[in-house]
């Protein structure tokens, strides 16, 4: 069976990720699995050019194709911070996702609703051939200064979809999967992988 890495070190997106492309004809590994450990800097300007980065890395350093996800939270009223910092938005060294929902918070205290923002996702496929595909997708909502729900990761309990009226939080795992930033870009991805399959 052919077989795909998924090289995220964050376990909320790669179950996620096993969950929306885990019926394609092929294995899908974790850098774990195949004893891969290595450290990409995201020093990318863009999602694209940080998941083409963690995509090629994985890939030459397994020799097999390879998936990676660069996502962030752009906040209008932030001038669409957090963003590419996402995932180290915190003054806090070690911060937790709880440490960096509350450092969000703080910022937007005083300014007026609704704080509009969505979610970004960018997935890039690298090949042992040096070739790179991306696919991106969007989900947007809004900030709320409460938290609700327990599913999901990151900054789910704070991002309201107006239109359901919950928080991407109070989804359940198939939900999201629906209707998230990652499930459209993967969405984008699948006819790519496909092909990759039945070539
Ligand atoms: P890898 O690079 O190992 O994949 P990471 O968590 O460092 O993991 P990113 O650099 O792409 O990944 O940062 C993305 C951050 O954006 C993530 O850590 C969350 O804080 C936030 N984020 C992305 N997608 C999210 C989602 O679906 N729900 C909540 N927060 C999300």
Redesign the pocket.
């Known amino acids: 069976m052919p077989e795909l890495l998924i090289?995220?070190?964050?376990p909320?997106?790669l179950s996620?990720i096993q969950a929306i492309l885990g019926d394609l004809p092929c294995q899908l590994l974790t850098p774990d699995a195949i004893g891969v450990q290595i450290e990409?800097d995201?020093t990318g300007h863009s999602?694209a050019e940080?998941?083409a980065l963690?995509a090629r890395a994985f890939c030459q350093a397994s020799n097999r194709v390879t998936l990676?996800?660069?996502?962030?939270?752009e906040v209008e009223a932030l001038d669409g911070l957090?963003g590419?910092r996402?995932?180290?938005?915190s003054p806090l060294p070690n911060a937790s996702?709880a440490d960096?929902r509350g450092y969000l918070l703080s910022l937007l205290k005083g300014k007026p609703r609704p704080w509009k923002a969505r979610?970004r996702?960018t997935i890039a496929l690298a090949y042992p051939d040096g070739r790179c595909q991306f696919a991106e997708g969007e989900c947007t909502g809004e900030i709320i200064p409460e938290e609700r729900g327990s599913h999901?990761?990151?900054?789910?309990p704070i991002?309201l979809l107006p239109e359901l009226g919950c928080t991407?939080a109070e989804l359940t795992d198939q939900q999201?999967n629906r209707l998230?930033?990652?499930a459209m870009a993967l969405q984008a991805v699948r006819p790519l992988l496909e092909a990759w399959l039945g070539g």
């Open positions: 090289a995220t070190s964050n909320g997106k996620e990409v995201e999602y940080n998941a963690k990676a996800d660069d996502s962030g939270l957090p590419l996402s995932a180290r938005f996702d960096r979610f996702c999901g990761f990151g900054y789910d991002f991407m999201k998230s930033h990652r």
